[in-house]
């Protein structure tokens, strides 16, 4: 499929700058200009952190284009995403991993250019189109699916959340007050279904290599059904305490939906679900090898580390969301502590 994507990107102009890392030109170059015999194309190549200087460099060194084609991971996305918001042209997305809904949404997280998450960016439109080729997405080395399982799994939750607080959507949220709809709840709800269902099949399948339907349901929910979902049901403390967790340096040494997966654990146990649905989350985490414990977050916080991770976290705005009753720094402290040693005895 990513053959053909000029096909794809010729639909919304003839001139056409393809956005790469130089891994992923490096792999996929024969495929992504198998169709540009004629060399009609620029290609920029991006490497390191997603912040307002790496942008503005990026920028200088595109000349004129119709279409960005954006190929590769989140950070590469992002990008593309403020660079077509901030000229006003299109955008083609072809993600090489799903670990996040990035693809898919109308955001951009930046990072310091120390690599500490401090701003989010929400543009005027989603991408035109995001082309999904399943067989690439199955090369990738499967903790990329893994953290697309996490991120995707905070979606139904989350929503929870932001239906009981009647707290407003991403959806223009710069100009208006938005609500959950219908739509959005059945499709946050539909992502849960799928990573329960088809989540620990699907990491079999990426393992031989091997798109299968199963494969294909997860990759879905990954990209789509959480993107869409998250825009339309909002984001609470499950990203709130992921994205807050690069406010120490040993933070970025997790992926986003790996943090935020130990954010859904302290989002169950902040709101008190039930017990049989805190173990039908930890299972999954489990069966997934999503990290729901500090030690496997790559982490060794000291007191010092989870209060600066807690002041960020009830910093964002997504903590308003939560109808949770914890709004001081020792309390967020204790979450993540009972998260934590819960998880310890999920494992064993």
Known sequence: ?????????????????????????????????????????????????????????????????????????????????????????ALVVCPTIASTDAPTSAMSILYSDEGEMNEIVIHRAN???????TKVISAAPRRF????????????YEGLSNERMGHAN????????????????????????????????ALIACDVKEPIPA????????????????????????????????????????????RVAFGTLCLLIAEDYPDDEISRVLDLCVACGLPITFEALGLDPSQEDLEKIAEAALAAESWSASPADIHDVAGVV???????????SALG
């Not at 991403?170 to 279904?193: F, K, N």
């Not at 992921?242 to 406010?247: L, Q, R, S």
């Not at 204790?334 to 310890?344: E, F, H, I, V």
Request: aromatic letters at 8%.
């Open 1 to 89: 499929m990513l053959a053909d994507v000029r096909r794809y990107a010729d639909r919304f102009g003839p001139n056409h700058l393809f956005l790469v890392d130089s891994f992923v030109q490096g792999l996929l170059a024969p495929v992504l200009y198998a169709g540009y015999e004629d060399g009609a194309y620029q290609t920029v190549l991006f490497e390191g952190e997603i912040s307002h200087r790496s942008i503005e460099e990026v920028s200088a060194r595109i000349g004129s284009a119709d279409v960005i084609i954006a190929v590769g991971g989140g950070k590469v996305i992002d990008v593309a995403k403020m660079i077509a918001s901030e000229r006003r042209i």
């Open 127 to 133: 991408p035109d189109l995001v082309l999904v080729d």
């Open 145 to 156: 699916l893994v953290a697309g399982i996490g991120d995707a799994l905070s979606t139904y």
């Open 170 to 201: 991403y959806v223009w949220c710069d100009t208006e007050q938005g609500r959950a709809t219908l739509a959005g709840r059945a499709i946050a709800r539909a992502c849960a279904d799928t990573l329960f269902r088809d989540g620990p099949a």
């Open 215 to 258: 494969f294909e349901n997860v990759v879905e929910a990954n990209v789509l059904l959480s993107g869409i979902g998250f825009e339309n049901v909002g984001c609470s403390i499950a990203h709130a305490i992921g994205n807050a967790i690069t406010a120490i340096p040993e933070g970025e040494r997790a992926m986003h939906g790996e």
């Open 334 to 344: 204790s979450l993540m502590r009972a998260a934590n040693a819960l998880g310890m």
